[in-house]
């Protein structure tokens, strides 16, 4: 509505006596002109009192303004001192006191612009939040599946100590069957037997013994092996990935495997003692490309030890075998090389157990990076506060608090952690009670609690109820983050709105103003070229003039709708528009009336219709749409039009070409069109087909990106 606040022309300078009738004539279209703003301000405040509540309110608002400020009175005495001739200097005063009191009007309506700009620095902040709060989850989750490490460590070494005592006893059993199953010299045999018969070898149940012996091993060797896959597991996690980054410091999987009291299952050991696997290489990368983690210390010891088991299963098999064929010889070899697998597998295990309890990061570490996440996450509610108290302390710092893990903010975070132990309850007094907090601050403040309580049982080496406290930790931040996502889908809603119906006002108006000039371009052709007069010719340059600022109006749009940023075509079917209507501006300087002229100006008609019959659309379509649920939205703003608009307004933009192009040839043919002019309306033809094909290629490249 701006365009209607024209300045009063100045009555300050010194004019002749003669010039004072057209300055008063002018002050008198200027009072016209603000007596139909009046009236339509009245008219539209009633239309939108149900549909728009808050824009008939500001214009109610603009509309006492206008009452208070004086506004018709202070125009009526400008005409009635520039009729008096000598007053010159008294009118100017008046004009000065409109200005100002058409700006005060001015503000007012303006005053949508300011709300704009506070909502998108809300959706800016909530943007923010959810990105830091991303970051403190997925943080979370990697301190989670520590918690499972750490328990899992906990029993694996439970388990390779009975491994060794398994083992241990093994060799025991072993040895123990090696002596007794020892050729000894033949005895002495009692008076009158046959000395041939005495027993020379081991007894019979020797084979026997020594065959269930290496099944015993054998099944000994097959739990030590997946000791060893457990092993290669754990330390795997922990190994430096081939970029230089802790393998742990990714994303953990969904709430059902972080729920287990280890990591979550799947994940693949890689295969023990240099053996691949299918689908696995010999150089460390499988067959698609991927690296391979190296085999860990303790995977690697306890999966030398599986080997040695079976090794020694299989010499006691032999060992069996020779003493069923009284081979004493040959049992005895096999039995010691058993005892020495089975020394050696002892030795591995006792070496793989070593080795996990120095891989073991400790209760410590493991507390204080549990500490620093709390501390991020007080930070985040601090930041929340601040931000929505509106101090400028938020806006100091917002830098140096933007990014967690920082250096500069581990003084405050220390200082910050030291107040969230409290729960911030001191914050959450009565300034929350008269500024709610920010959706998910609460349960962000729930989710702290729980971390901190975490960091002291890892402090106190109990990663089992730190674990359990992570998962409601985990709980919390994620319904803090649906919230958030709630908040912002809310936002960017109402702002698409905003948008749109700022759009249908600003077409609307294009549209009545355009046909305004249609209609006296028409009329004045009618007269004809040789019978235009000199007050038609002005008004043809009157004309032209309104052209050019619709024009201008059409490029502030294509402003917004870049600013919105969501769209291809909108943007540059409005800007075609633009294109359009400085040319006919031109055309109409140059008292080009006839049918090429029309042809355009019919165009940019339709052009605008269509604009605003997608933007009809666009609105009931995000009237009909359910508030947001529980999903999160997608990553950035939803799109002002979807894909199937747009291709509808492309399709539009091809049909006006098309019959730009046989305007043109119609008028060429009827020689009606200096040359000049029909090269140039050629030539924007020309270009406008080939804008038309690179919008097709870029929703093509939008739509199917590589």
Not at 124 to 148: F, M, T, V
Request: proline share 7%; charged share 30%; glycine share 8%.
């Amino acid at each position: 509505m701006a365009w209607l606040f024209i300045a009063p022309a100045p009555a300050q300078e010194d004019v002749e006596p003669g010039s004072i009738h057209p300055l008063q004539r002018k002050e008198e279209i200027i009072r016209d002109r603000v007596d139909r703003l009046i009236d339509r301000m009245f008219r539209l405040s009633e239309e939108l009192a149900e549909t728009e509540p808050e824009s008939a309110a500001r214009l109610r608002r603009a509309l006492t303004k206008i009452g208070e400020a004086g506004v018709q009175e202070r125009v009526e005495a400008v005409i009635r001192l520039l009729g008096e001739g000598g007053a010159l200097h008294q009118a100017r005063d008046q004009q000065e006191e409109l200005v100002a009191g058409l700006e005060r009007v001015l503000a007012i309506l303006m005053q949508r612009d300011t709300d704009n700009e506070e909502r998108r620095r809300q959706i800016q902040q909530l943007e923010e939040y959810r990105r830091e709060l991303s970051d403190i989850l997925n943080r979370e989750k990697e301190l989670r599946a520590d918690s499972g490490d750490a328990t899992a460590r906990k029993r694996l070494g439970q388990q390779l100590d009975q491994a060794i005592e398994r083992v241990r006893s093994l060799l025991n059993r072993q040895q123990q069957l090696s002596q007794d199953a020892a050729p000894t010299a033949p005895q002495n045999p009692p008076p009158g037997a046959d000395p041939s018969q005495a027993p020379t070898g081991p007894p019979p149940a020797a084979a026997e013994r020594q065959q269930a012996l290496a099944d015993q091993t054998d099944a000994v060797a097959r739990d030590v092996d997946e000791l060893a896959k457990e092993a290669q597991r754990l330390d795997g996690r922990s190994a430096p990935a081939p970029d230089g980054r802790d393998q742990s410091e990714s994303p953990q999987g969904s709430d059902n495997t972080r729920r287990q009291d280890g990591p979550p299952p799947g994940d693949q050991a890689p295969p023990q003692g240099g053996q691949p696997e299918e689908g696995q290489s010999t150089k460390g990368q499988s067959q698609e490309g991927r690296p391979q983690a190296k085999p860990s210390p303790a995977g690697r010891a306890a999966g030398e030890a599986s080997r040695s088991l079976k090794s020694a299963s299989q010499r006691m098999s032999q060992a069996g075998k020779a003493l069923e064929q009284s081979d004493a010889e040959s049992a005895q070899r096999r039995q010691q090389e058993a005892e020495e697998q089975l020394s050696r597998a002892l030795h591995e295990l006792e070496r793989a157990k070593e080795s996990l309890d120095r891989s073991d990061r400790g209760g410590a570490d493991q507390a204080r990076a549990q500490e620093e996440n709390a501390d991020k996450a007080g930070a985040l509610s601090q930041q929340m506060d601040r931000d929505r108290q509106g101090g400028e302390s938020g806006e100091n710092q917002e830098g140096q608090e933007g990014q967690p893990g920082q250096q500069d903010q581990q003084g405050q975070l220390e200082q910050q952690g030291q107040q969230g132990q409290h729960g911030q309850q001191g914050q959450q007094g009565g300034q929350d009670r008269q500024n709610p907090p920010t959706p998910g601050q609460d349960d962000l403040n729930r989710a702290e609690q729980e971390m901190r309580g975490a960091a002291e049982d890892l402090e106190q080496h109990n990663p089992e109820d730190a674990a359990r406290k992570q998962d409601r930790a985990i709980d919390a931040l994620e319904q803090a983050k649906q919230q958030l996502e709630q908040e912002l889908a809310q936002k960017r809603k109402e702002e698409r709105e905003e948008i749109l119906r700022d759009l249908e006002a600003r077409f609307r108006d294009m549209l009545a103003r355009q046909k305004g000039v249609n209609e006296t371009t028409a009329s004045l052709n009618e007269i004809g070229m040789e019978n235009l007069s000199r007050a038609d010719r002005l008004q043809a340059a009157d004309i032209a003039r309104r052209q050019e600022q619709l024009a201008r109006a059409a490029e502030t749009c294509v402003h917004v709708l870049d600013e919105e940023g969501t769209t291809v075509v909108f943007p540059r079917i409005l800007g075609q528009v633009a294109e359009d209507m400085d040319a006919v501006a031109v055309r109409l300087g140059d008292l080009q009336l006839g049918p090429l002229t029309q042809a355009v100006q019919a165009e940019i008609i339709a052009a605008l219709e269509q604009l605003l019959d997608a933007v009809k659309r666009m609105q009931q379509e995000n009237e009909q749409q359910p508030p947001p649920g529980g999903g999160p939205p997608p990553d950035g703003a939803p799109p002002l039009l979807p894909a199937s608009a747009e291709l509808k307004l492309l399709r539009a933009a091809q049909h006006r070409v098309h019959a730009r192009t046989a305007a043109i040839d119609e008028a060429a043919r009827k020689d009606g069109e200096p040359a000049r002019s029909l090269e140039k309306a050629f030539n924007e033809a020309a270009a406008r087909q080939r804008q038309c094909s690179q919008i097709a290629r870029e929703i093509l490249e939008r739509e199917n990106p590589p």
